[in-house]
């Protein structure tokens, strides 16, 4: 019965994420995680693999994940809607039409510009901290369940004891509850 299963029935092994340092830069941290995200058949990326990266500090301690969404805020911080990354881009914006960039339209120059720039921004200073501390993987899938929604979490660090083994999603649980209605 699925609800029986353990977490390290379903979790993702930790060999099977990408991880980077608190220190790296997003770019380097975005190249690496979009390796694993994509299947690449016939040139072209097939949504096929993890979307989230776990951050490790120096001594190999899970201290943050970086997501699709934190990834783009960063990125691109007029999507989060602050006032003063809105007018910073339009800043850079102006700028670069001042300078006549004309071999792209002016307003992808600005965002190519402005995810370049902010591509060097330390994984650390912008990663989501880890809440909670995670779950053992001899927890019940119910009882995971539990903490993912209270703590509001779509990934839950998983450990064997005090060692980070795996990592938890909440595609993984919706897929062990799936498998009920399959039954």
């Known amino acids: 019965m699925p609800l029986n299963?353990?977490?390290?029935?379903?979790?993702?092994?930790?060999?099977?994420?990408?991880?980077?340092?608190?220190?790296?830069?997003?770019?380097?941290?975005?190249?690496?995680?979009?390796k694993i995200y994509c299947k690449v058949e016939?040139?072209?990326?097939t949504k096929a693999g993890?979307?989230?990266?776990?951050?490790?500090?120096?001594?190999?301690?899970?201290?943050?994940i970086i997501d699709f969404q934190s990834i783009l805020k960063t990125l691109i911080p007029e999507i989060a809607g602050g006032i003063g990354e809105k007018l910073a881009s339009l800043e850079k914006s102006v700028a670069l039409a001042e300078s006549g960039v004309t071999e792209m339209d002016k307003s992808n120059a600005?965002?190519?510009?402005?995810?370049l720039t902010h591509a060097e921004t330390r994984v650390g200073d912008m990663?989501?901290?880890v809440r909670g501390k995670g779950i053992?993987?001899?927890?019940?899938?119910?009882?995971?369940?539990?903490?993912?929604?209270?703590?509001?979490?779509?990934?839950?660090p998983v450990y064997d004891e005090n060692?980070?083994?795996?990592?938890?999603?909440?595609?993984?649980?919706?897929?062990?509850?799936?498998?009920?209605l399959n039954q």
């Open 5 to 34: 299963k353990q977490i390290r029935d379903i979790m993702v092994p930790i060999t099977e994420y990408v991880t980077t340092r608190e220190d790296r830069t997003l770019k380097e941290a975005v190249l690496d995680l979009r």
């Open 163 to 180: 060692k980070l083994v795996g990592v938890l999603q909440d595609s993984d649980l919706f897929l062990a509850v799936a498998d009920i």
């Open 50 to 64: 993890r979307r989230t990266c776990l951050v490790l500090d120096s001594d190999s301690t899970l201290t943050g």
């Open 136 to 156: 053992q993987a001899d927890d019940h899938l119910i009882e995971s369940l539990r903490t993912m929604h209270r703590l509001k979490v779509t990934v839950m």
């Open 127 to 129: 990663m989501l901290r």
């Open 110 to 115: 600005g965002l190519a510009q402005r995810v």
């Open 42 to 45: 016939t040139d072209e990326c």
